[in-house]
């Protein structure tokens, strides 16, 4: 590999790099937020939280608060010097009420005291007293009284409604998609401490550090460069530290600013699941026009969901549903409508798939109920709605030019020996009345870039130092994906040497600015691409400095093994480091990369929202007791699409994680409000996240042998969010096997997700009875 002309892809597979804090999880040094050092004078923090879910505040008595043995200090809205808001668009999320609350467990004021326990057993010790109001909390509650978070969105292809008025047959349907909990390991926690001139220092588990310093400078009414927020690790995220961290770090902050005292709120679980938001629930209505082979002619779908009480991310969370409520079909006639109506229930936010897991789910039921009415095989069904060559147009006007689908499905189906299978478990149903199985494959095909163009950037700063180690800092943060790993590989395969000789560093707001989320999948390949223009830039500079003093030219100059060739000699990068640095020459640079090709019209719903698509299947067989609702898991297999790969380990470990976080979520995972709007799950003792009984016995992930058509770092493909969505098979072999229970019915059972036993036992009733 020469200086001048660097390829964007290795000639062969990367190595599996272990996770660069697996050594330190091990040993139990790995430091988080809650890890950092406590100085004697450090404030501890709770809030008092609203009772009530719509109300309007009449009265607050502190006295009882401020008078418990260990309080320092109360705060409530009158103590924010700037701007009383976290919120990341509309500016709707307060900090702490003013005047009224709009859910259950919304922050009222903030107690500071000299030990955690201190001040949450104060912060139970205020009297609100409220003039309650209705609350809205169902979606029929909103939709009567038109709350809405924006207005009503249309995407659509063709006319939907005169395909269906001349289609051959046609279907209509309902499906409840529910919320989930992110459940993180490492709860919402920040940290702040002042430096010199008011300025401050924040150690948050934040996905966003940028938006928290943004955030945090406007509710203290200083400049963005007084606050400056780090980030080395999270125990967790999935979407829930994107937004909904900037609440605490802010909290912190604010006492910070206050009474110069470091200030620390490590939130507990129950409120943390309380006033932190979910991933979105929603009501699916579907009407479909199909032929007698079973392919749709005409689609149309309504997404209805819960937002909850403030916007946050909601917007861009309900537009990515719409994107992929085609998952990998052709619709050559399709209407999608989308409703995000306002509710008085803690609002929803991002999570793993952010929007994307629901609008698959749905257009993955559509085919189901096809193939229930014409007694065909769902796969068939699913093969013959595949995007192709002439119908290869998204419903938002995108080409499809990376369609590996139909290939992927097919290698699946050979390998998972699907067809015998499916026989097996058919003669299996046939003579055992309690027990029955059910097996589905269902493909993924997920957008990978920001919906919001903007976002679609990051930065990147590399210092090589005289020894030749290697310093490296980025934009993205690290919550366990294995993010620092990869760059840290690709900036090592810059310089030709071994990956243990680059260091990696927290992710800091003062080093690399304006930074976006680590969210949307984007995280390698915005910040592994801007870190290697970072390591280029450096690397051209040492090989035309060689290349002078040895009298070559710089595409002669070779860094590979840890060493360089110049000229024929044959030197230590660390004293062509020195050499370097003794010539005078930067050896440190920052790097930036916007992702290209891409631009979207949000009032149309028409462009490129997304670089490239990753594509995946899976395999799913279940078990179902017809007695209890009980179900297990048996065997999966998966195939998905990484391009190639970066770090095959990291990856594996990826698609396994997100596949049975989306089993939990279609199987297990209970969010449920009562009609006051408080939340009854809020606890491990009431919200069930599958566990490594969950798992499988049987779990074969393999990676797809191809790589990525756009020229993105190494070739590679996001993997984040992707195979979360491989979990759809799990919920289509359950209502495969429900509707073994009757299998003369030529219908789909009435089966919602998840998929607990109380709603299996719903559905088998339900179908039985159709």
């Known amino acids: 590999m020469n200086a001048e002309a660097a390829p964007l892809w290795p000639v062969e597979t990367k190595p599996s790099n272990p996770h660069d804090s697996a050594h330190l999880h091990v040993a139990g040094l790995a430091r988080y937020a809650d890890d ?85 057993k104060a912060a139970r010790l205020g009297k609100v007293t409220y003039e309650p109001l209705p609350p809205m909390v169902t979606v029929d509650q909103a939709r009567a009284e038109n709350s809405r978070i924006e207005a009503d969105q249309r995407m659509a292809q063709g006319d939907a409604a005169a395909a269906l008025a001349t289609a051959p047959h046609r279907l209509a349907g309902t499906l409840r998609i529910g919320a989930q909990d992110h459940f993180y390991l490492e709860g919402q926690i920040g940290l702040a401490r002042l430096g010199e001139d008011g300025q401050i220092h924040i150690v948050s588990s934040s996905q ?109 969370i309900n537009d990515r549903t719409m994107f992929h409520a085609d998952n990998c079909y052709f619709l050559p006639d ?23 897991p629901q609008g698959m789910l749905a257009i993955e039921r559509v085919c189901d109920h096809v193939a229930a009415r014409l007694g065909l095989d769902p796969l068939a069904v699913r093969a013959r709605n595949l995007y192709g060559r002439g119908r290869d147009v998204t419903p938002y006007g995108m080409p499809v030019e990376d369609n590996i689908a139909p290939q992927l499905i097919a290698r699946l189906r050979e390998t998972s020996d699907y067809d015998a299978r499916r026989s097996a478990i058919a003669a299996f149903n046939a003579t055992n009345p309690v027990l ?34 290697i310093q490296v800092n980025h934009g993205g943060t690290e919550m366990g994906q294995g993010l620092y790993i990869k760059v840290a590989q690709i900036v090592a395969d810059a310089f030709g040497v071994p990956v243990g000789q680059v260091r990696i560093t927290a992710t800091r707001t003062d080093k690399v600015p304006n930074t976006s989320a680590t969210a949307a999948s984007s995280g390698a390949d915005l910040n592994g691409m801007a870190a290697h223009n970072a390591a ?29 060739v110049v000229g024929g000699e044959t030197i230590a990068f660390g004293d062509a480091a020195r050499r370097a640095h003794l010539g005078r020459i930067s050896l440190s640079s920052t790097g930036f990369y916007a992702t290209p090709d891409i631009a979207y019209d949000r009032p149309s719903h028409k462009g490129r929202p997304f670089y490239y698509f990753a594509y995946g299947a899976a395999v799913s067989e279940v078990v179902v007791d017809t007695l209890t609702g009980e179900h297990k898991v048996l065997a999966v297999d998966i195939l998905h699409d990484v391009g190639r790969s970066l770090n095959p380990a990291i990856d594996r470990g990826q698609i396994e994680g997100g596949f049975v ?89 009435p089966l919602d997700a998840p998929a607990t036993p109380e709603a299996v036992l719903r559905a088998i009733a339900g179908h039985r009875s159709q």
């Open 36 to 120: 950092e050092p406590e100085p004697a004078d450090m404030l501890h923090l709770a809030f008092g939280l609203s009772s009530e879910a719509r109300a309007r505040i009449t009265g607050l008595d502190l006295s009882e608060v401020r008078a418990f043995p260990g309080v320092v200090a109360v705060f409530t809205v009158a103590d924010i010097p700037g701007e009383n808001n976290v919120g990341p668009i509309a500016h709707d999320d307060r900090v702490l009420a003013d005047g009224e609350v709009i859910s259950h467990g919304q922050p009222v004021f903030l107690v500071a005291a000299t030990t955690r326990l201190a001040a949450r």
């Open 208 to 316: 966003h550090p940028s938006e928290v310093q943004h955030l945090v400078a406007h509710l203290l009414n200083k400049p963005s460069a007084d606050v400056t927020v780090e980030v080395r690790r999270m125990g967790g995220a999935f979407g829930g530290k994107e937004s909904q961290a900037a609440l605490f770090a802010a909290a912190a902050a604010l006492v910070t600013h206050h009474t110069g005292r470091p200030a620390k709120f490590r939130c507990d679980r129950d409120d943390d699941m309380i006033v932190t938001g979910k991933r979105h629930d929603f009501e699916v209505a579907y009407e479909a026009g199909h032929d007698d082979e079973g392919r749709l002619l005409a689609v149309k779908l309504r997404f209805s969901a819960r937002c909850g009480a403030t916007m946050d991310l909601s917007p861009g």
């Open 334 to 356: 399709v209407e999608i409508l989308s409703e995000r109506l306002k509710t008085n229930t803690v609002s929803a936010t991002a999570f793993r798939g952010f929007g994307g």
């Open 436 to 469: 029955k199985k059910g097996v589905a494959l269902t493909p993924v095909k997920f957008g990978i870039s920001f919906t919001t163009t903007h976002l679609n950037q990051a930065g990147a700063l590399v210092h090589v130092y005289a020894d030749g180690s």
């Open 536 to 564: 280029m830039a450096i690397r051209d500079r040492m090989a035309t400095f060689l290349a002078g003093a040895y009298g070559c030219a710089p595409d002669e100059v070779r860094f590979a093994r840890g060493e360089v």
């Open 661 to 749: 976080q989306g089993q939990g979520w279609l199987t297990t995972e209970v969010v449920e409000w009562d009609d006051r709007g408080r939340l009854l799950n809020h606890s491990p003792a009431t919200y069930k996240i599958p566990t490594a009984s969950d798992r499988p016995k049987r779990l074969r992930i393999d990676l797809w042998d191809g790589e990525n058509l756009k020229p993105t770092i190494h070739r590679s493909k996001a993997v984040g969010e992707p195979p979360l969505m491989l979990a759809n098979s799990v919920f289509c072999a359950i209502s495969a096997a429900i509707a073994a229970t009757a299998p003369d019915k030529a219908d789909l059972p």
